[in-house]
């Protein structure tokens, strides 16, 4: 008798967790952005966001040690190479080594700035990200400026590149979908709603970039045409205008390289494979352009 | 295990220590494509040593903590979450395991789980875009860094439950040890 009763309370106890989940699934795909479920988001995000980014700042030497490591293992032809580098692995070279990294990132989105296709006049604030989202499937991070440093729904966000020996300095990261007073949500150019209208410099063939979920290296420059596209190639936003309105990003940011292109992909699909400019793996600091800004003179006439 | 102020005290504080740490430090620590997931360890500790009814809670109050903060839709983790921890509760009532390094496999099956079942209810909302086959080599070396793991979170855990639980882990341990086979033969086995 006694038995029964527990079976049935602990039943009853997963039936009704998991109808309370698919419940709040089902309201929250059926509401609106202004919704009771997306307002309890921000608030919580706002409360939560001093706790995130103390505890981010904190244990960024940490992060930096492990990303370290997964370097180290990625990275098969530098491996004498790092094998030096595990002698100076000392806890001050690796408070040495995260100052040089903001360094780093903030000097090549200076000189994203300067390149030259770049657009003029977009006030960008440059921020901090304390926090990332946690799978594959949902790739946004946050960052801790908000609507009271100036950042607005769908703003585009840059981030500077890993690879120095690179001629851009990043590109393209993503573009604001949430904004608390202190804090804002950017949702990355590799998350699945994301699409980018885009064209291929200096051939001109122009198309939308898409991710592909799961390899944060590899993007995809979908509904290819207007022009012939080649290896190497490099890919800016569009800036467009259509039927359904403007693009959100301004012409002439950079997005990534054309890595590979195979005919049959090209004649089945119109699609080309492009590897982002921005390391999207790795964000530490990012700038929101405020400001639209106008495109340069010699907006997408980048070298190849 | 007893209901009470402790027990939500000692449980919500693991909750909220493990979603913020997940948020602001391991998922920015990208390791072969995958990454800790301390959340889905918590919650199969707590199941382990609580039992079917309390995991379950426990995966649905992190899956909302973990939607509510990372801005992903809401209910998804909770969904997956809360069928883990029931799943690892089970285990610990019906088979009533001991050896102590059998946190190792239950991270493993726990995270495994939720990697997989997660990764249906995305699809079950409507991925749209291309998936690339490396989602499985990251669902992979997730589970592989969280058997890593599950060892010290786990005690971590039982150290912060125990004093609220039912049943105490080291009792159940200790009451599963073999008889000695030393001494007065007229008092092997029998513990005296």
Same mark, same amino acid.
Request: contains cysteine.
């Given at each position: ?79 004498? &190479? ?17 100052? &040089? ?107 939308? *970039? ?24 490099? *890919? ?7 039927? *359904? ?12 390289? *054309? ?27 990012? &700038? ?14 980048? &070298?190849? | ?22 948020? +602001? ?25 609580? #039992?079917?009814? /309390? ?5 649905? %109050? ?42 190792? $496999?239950?991270?493993?099956? $726990?995270?495994? %789980? ?17 998936? +690339? /086959? ?21 005690? #971590? ?5 125990? /004093?609220?639980? $039912? ?21 092997? #086995?029998?513990?005296?």
């Amino acid at each position: 008798m006694q038995d029964r009763k527990a079976i049935r309370r602990r039943r009853a106890g997963l039936v009704v967790f998991l109808a309370l989940s698919i419940a709040i699934l089902t309201a929250y795909f059926g509401e609106s952005g202004g919704g009771f479920f997306h307002a309890l988001q921000r608030g919580a995000q706002e409360t939560f966001a001093p706790i995130e980014t103390g505890a981010s700042r904190a244990l960024k030497p940490v992060r930096d040690l492990v990303g370290w490591v997964g370097d180290t293992v990625d990275a098969k032809d530098e491996n004498a &190479q790092l094998e030096r580098e595990v002698d100076e692995l000392r806890a001050e070279l690796a408070r040495t080594r995260t100052a &040089q990294r903001d360094a780093s990132q903030l000097k090549g989105l200076v000189g994203l700035h300067k390149e030259e296709g770049f657009p003029q006049g977009t006030k960008p604030v440059t921020a901090r990200v304390i926090a990332r989202s946690p799978n594959v499937w949902y790739s946004s991070i946050k960052i801790d400026k908000g609507s009271s440093d100036g950042v607005e729904l769908d703003q585009p966000v840059i981030a500077a590149s890993s690879d120095d020996s690179g001629p851009s300095a990043g590109g393209l990261a993503g573009k604001i979908t949430r904004v608390t007073g202190g804090t804002a949500e950017v949702t990355l150019i590799t998350d699945a709603s994301i699409g980018v209208g885009a064209q291929v410099m200096p051939a001109g063939a122009a198309g939308v *970039v898409r991710p592909e979920v799961g390899d944060p290296r590899d993007l995809l420059l979908d509904l290819v045409h207007g022009g012939r596209v080649t290896e190497n190639a490099i *890919v800016v936003t569009s800036g467009f205008k259509t039927a *359904v309105g403007q693009s959100l990003f301004p012409r002439g940011i950079p997005i990534g390289r *054309v890595t590979d292109v195979d005919l049959d992909e090209v004649e089945i699909y119109q699609r080309v494979h492009l590897r982002p400019f921005a390391d999207l793996r790795r964000i530490d600091i990012v &700038q929101v352009l405020t400001r639209r800004g106008t495109p340069a003179q010699t907006a997408g006439v980048f &070298q190849p | 295990m007893r209901i009470g102020l402790g027990s939500f005290l000692r449980v919500g504080l693991a909750l909220v220590l493990a979603v913020v740490l997940q948020l +602001s430090t391991f998922s920015q620590m990208p390791i072969l494509g995958g990454q800790f997931d301390i959340v889905v360890l918590v919650v199969a500790a707590v199941a382990y040593y609580a #039992g079917a009814i /309390p995991g379950c809670a426990v995966g649905f %109050a992190a899956g909302f903590l973990l939607d509510l903060l990372s801005g992903a839709t809401m209910g998804a983790s909770s969904l997956v979450l809360t069928a883990v921890g029931y799943g690892i509760g089970r285990f610990r009532e019906v088979r009533d395991p001991s050896h102590g390094l059998l946190p190792l $496999a239950v991270g493993a099956v $726990a995270t495994g %789980a939720w990697v997989l079942a997660f990764a249906a209810v995305s699809f079950m909302l409507d991925v749209g875009a291309t998936v +690339s /086959p490396l989602v499985l080599r990251d669902m992979l070396v997730t589970v592989l860094l969280n058997t890593l793991l599950a060892l010290p979170i786990f005690i #971590g855990c039982r150290k912060l439950l125990r /004093p609220v639980l $039912a049943v105490d882990p080291l009792a159940r341990s200790a009451r599963r040890r073999p008889p000695r086979d030393t001494g007065p033969i007229g008092l092997r #086995g029998l513990e005296i």
